[in-house]
């Protein structure tokens, strides 16, 4: 994702900045690498004059926007543009970490292929072997009553963990672990709680069920998932001279594989980036830095490395970090976090339903912050069917205008208490 300034010539340098959230002896490195050029469609007739609208669609347009694939660092490119279009000057917050990825497993029977996702945490490699069923959910008294000495177990989901199972599986004599999926659709993003010496891929309920009615027989397993490293690129905007906001306003932007995260979470993105146009040109701009975070599906990484990165005294100069997530599906507005500014949110936005404290230590940007002390607010409308699905490219424009006010009202109200 690396990202470009709107020059007409891009120069490949690297800028240590001095944003004072950061340690003398340890500075975030902003890079502005050789640009990539967003491919951004035109607005058609039918779409909506909502300028968020318009950004969850040109950003679901470019695909998946996975951390560390071209299309995340496209991504990048086109949110700096729109935070240069508005008038903030931009820099960009590189960090690496290590995922596990599945570059393509499967499951061949009889020549015909059946899509398998790879474990985390499994062993990758390919096999040949008969599939043996296991009765019931894979404890270890399940495969007291079959053979899988050299066999590939096919195993149901549920009950117990995916590493008992591939435990119990292996001291069972199996070389292979198949766990079908107890729900619709296929077992993608499994992860096991220690790497397995074995292969262990999932598959879904339909193909699961029909492997159930003809085991055992003999299949090709391939596994193919392995850990890479990923960089990852916050994209940091604010007004020139702030080193000091008294407001993070941010959401992620990057969204799982296969999934082109119009929901989650191009929706928040373009909700922090609406709520930055609208105060461009007012104080207000200079009490926030607007940051849409790279990484966090594959951990909140982004969000953890500009906490990591900050001095104690930049964090606790902030007012509140208010968090954008999953906010253009679902009627009901949803917003929670610390005490004082659930209080303060109530006020302004007294329809919203307030949910607990404890999504202050839930899966999204907003809980790096709220473990350093920091006050936060989670703004989210709730789970929907096509989380993390191919199925996530609509939102609601009238959803994402309603958020939008919601969040720059509290914004407001929290700069003037």
Request: charge should be positive.
């Amino acid at each position: 994702m690396s990202v470009k300034p709107q020059t007409k010539s891009w120069l490949k340098v690297v800028l240590v900045t001095s944003l004072f959230i950061i340690p003398p002896a340890c500075a975030i490195q902003f890079n502005i690498i050789n640009a990539v050029e967003p491919t951004v469609k035109q607005k058609t007739q039918n779409q909506t004059d909502n300028q968020a609208y318009t950004d969850v669609q040109n950003l679901i347009n470019m695909g998946p926007r996975v951390a560390g694939t071209p299309t995340n660092e496209k991504a990048s490119a086109y949110i700096e543009q729109q935070y240069r279009k508005a008038g903030y000057r931009t820099r960009i917050q590189t960090f690496t970490y290590s995922k596990f990825r599945d570059f393509g497993s499967n499951l061949t029977v009889d020549g015909r292929n059946i899509k398998a996702s790879a474990f985390k945490g499994s062993a990758p490699g390919k096999l040949s072997a008969r599939l043996v069923a296991v009765p019931n959910f894979g404890r270890a008294n399940d495969f007291a009553t079959v053979n899988f000495k050299g066999a590939i177990a096919l195993v149901k989901r549920g009950e117990i963990r995916f590493s008992e199972k591939v435990t119990n599986a292996i001291n069972a004599g199996a070389i292979g672990v198949v766990i079908v999926n107890n729900k619709a659709g296929n077992l993608t993003y499994g992860t096991l709680t220690q790497n397995s010496p074995i292969p262990v891929l999932g598959i879904s309920g339909d193909e699961g069920n029909k492997l159930y009615g003809r085991a055992p027989l003999t299949i090709n397993l391939n596994a193919n998932g392995q850990k890479i490293d990923v960089t990852g690129r916050n994209v940091v905007a604010y007004q020139e001279g702030v080193t000091q906001p008294r407001v993070i306003l941010g959401g992620h932007f990057d969204s799982v594989e296969g999934a082109p995260g119009a929901n989650d979470n191009a929706s928040g993105t373009a909700v922090v980036l609406d709520i930055a146009r609208k105060v461009s040109k007012t104080p207000l701009a200079r009490e926030a830095w607007f940051i849409a975070f790279d990484g966090e599906e594959d951990g909140l990484h982004g969000s953890r490395a500009f906490v990591d990165a900050a001095t104690p005294q930049f964090l606790s100069e902030l007012k509140g970090m208010m968090n954008f997530d999953m906010v253009g599906v679902n009627n009901k507005l949803l917003i929670g976090g610390s005490s004082d500014l659930t209080k303060l949110a109530q006020v302004v936005q007294p329809k919203a339903e307030l949910f607990g404290a404890s999504y202050a230590n839930g899966a999204s940007d907003h809980a790096p912050f709220a473990a350093k002390g920091v006050p936060i607010l989670f703004f989210y409308r709730g789970m929907e069917p096509n989380y993390h699905s191919p199925n996530d490219k609509t939102v609601d424009p009238k959803l994402l205008d309603e958020t939008t006010q919601a969040g720059l009202d509290i914004f407001k109200r929290l700069i003037s208490n």
